[in-house]
């Protein structure tokens, strides 16, 4: 299953009619909100085995942009499988320590070109994770 966060209408738009036009609403779930929001998360089925986030290069480009991003890839932690990746595109490389994001193994760094840079992370082996937004605690 794929589920893809678009907060504009009109992109949001596309990807609803790309999926019903390849007949994939089946797999294929376009959810209209903010990918960064608390509220994107509800619709997502775990187990999760890959997350891309790609924000906008100017929200990333501040430190509250960057610490948003954050708080969404540690609130999507708990949805992963025991083994899967999540994927940040970024303009600029975000090595650790400054990279590093609680409950995950990384960055793994990869450039392409002068301005795109990919940041590849791993569910930390060992460490429990918090429960999914909304779940019981055990």
Known sequence: RVFMVEK???V???LKHNTEALRATDRAFPILGDAL???ALAAVVPPVQLVFFDPPFDLASTEKGLERIDAQMRRVRPLFAERGFLVLRL???RPAPDGAVEGYDGPELHAYGDQQ???LYAPARGRAAAAPPGAAAP
């Open 12 to 14: 949001f738009s596309h």
């Open 8 to 10: 504009d209408r009109d």
């Open 91 to 93: 303009p600029f490389d």
């Open 117 to 119: 840079r990919i940041h």
């Open 37 to 39: 929001g608390e509220t």
